[in-house]
């Protein structure tokens, strides 16, 4: 990939009203442009959301983390340049769900083998994989990693992201795709290779590998946060990855197809929030 730097990003992400004007003497002696940039940085909705992608000391096929985006895992919540964000991906995708779901869900969290810790272990894995970095783990993972980091999905593929934060300023919303890679086609430039969004999933059991349904809304969700805060990169594919005892599956989807689930998902949870 060549390096692309958005140029009115190149100093603040925006653009023409970067947030040191506040600040500036020569436009506080002027009310009306002060009052302009003020409430154009309160709002925080208008101006280009638009980030540079790759900075001169970092691998060049990397994606630089988008600037004064935090993620806190505590709270499970997002803040950009100190404000938080109102909401998150999980929040807007679980406004459906019922208490009885719900109840399950947490009745098989906790634990050494709750899936709260098969998961923090088996991304982990999978992250440090496409990184090409050393890892060890516990061997009880064993059953899911060796299918996984074996599956041939993950061979000739280049890696842009992995555990990228991403957000949408306009719906104050933030969220974490689990990886972003390139799959390198022999003869082809870099910039028609194609771009692939995934997120994995782990399961308990094969019986929970073939009913494991794909994340669609939840991948158009980081398609359309990434499309912001990374404008250059286009996504040509999605997959939710399922990791099981045994067996990996890999279930593929248009972008598109993802984008208009996430849009329903998020009209349901608008309507569901309170009138101010």
Not at 106 to 111: A, H, L, P, S, V
Not at 130 to 155: A, G, T, Y
Not at 261 to 274: D, H, L, T
Request: charged fraction near 25%.
């Amino acid at each position: 990939m060549k390096q692309q730097v958005d140029p009115a990003g190149a100093g603040d992400a925006d653009g023409p009203f970067p947030v040191n004007l506040r600040n500036d003497p020569g436009v506080n002696q002027h009310s009306s442009v002060r009052d302009l940039v003020q409430f154009r940085h309160g709002l925080g909705l208008l101006g280009c959301q638009s980030m540079p992608i790759v900075g001169t000391q970092r691998n060049p096929l990397m994606l630089d983390p988008v600037p004064d985006l935090e993620f806190h895992e505590g709270l499970h919540r997002y803040r950009w340049r100190g404000e938080w964000l109102a909401h998150n991906v999980s929040d807007v995708l679980n406004v459906d769900m019922t208490p009885f779901k719900r109840a399950m869900i947490d009745k098989y969290k906790d634990g050494p083998d709750g899936w709260a810790a098969r998961g923090t272990a088996i991304h982990k894995a999978l992250e440090l994989h496409l990184l090409d970095e050393p890892q060890i783990v516990d061997d009880k993972w064993s059953p899911w990693l060796d299918p996984l980091l074996d599956d041939s999905f993950f061979r000739g593929v280049e890696t842009l992201a992995t555990e990228y934060r991403v957000m949408d300023r306009y719906k104050s919303l933030g969220g974490s795709f689990d990886f972003l890679i390139r799959l390198k086609e022999e003869g082809l430039e870099p910039s028609k290779q194609l771009v692939i969004l995934g997120d994995l999933k782990t399961v308990s059991s094969k019986k929970a590998i073939a009913a494991r349904k794909p994340a669609t809304a939840q991948l158009g969700a980081y398609c359309s946060l990434l499309s912001l805060c990374q404008p250059t990169i286009t996504v040509g594919m999605c997959v939710t990855v399922v990791s099981g005892p045994e067996k990996c599956k890999v279930i593929k989807q248009d972008p598109e197809e993802c984008l208009k689930a996430f849009q329903q998902s998020w009209e349901r949870f608008s309507a569901e929030q309170p009138d101010f």
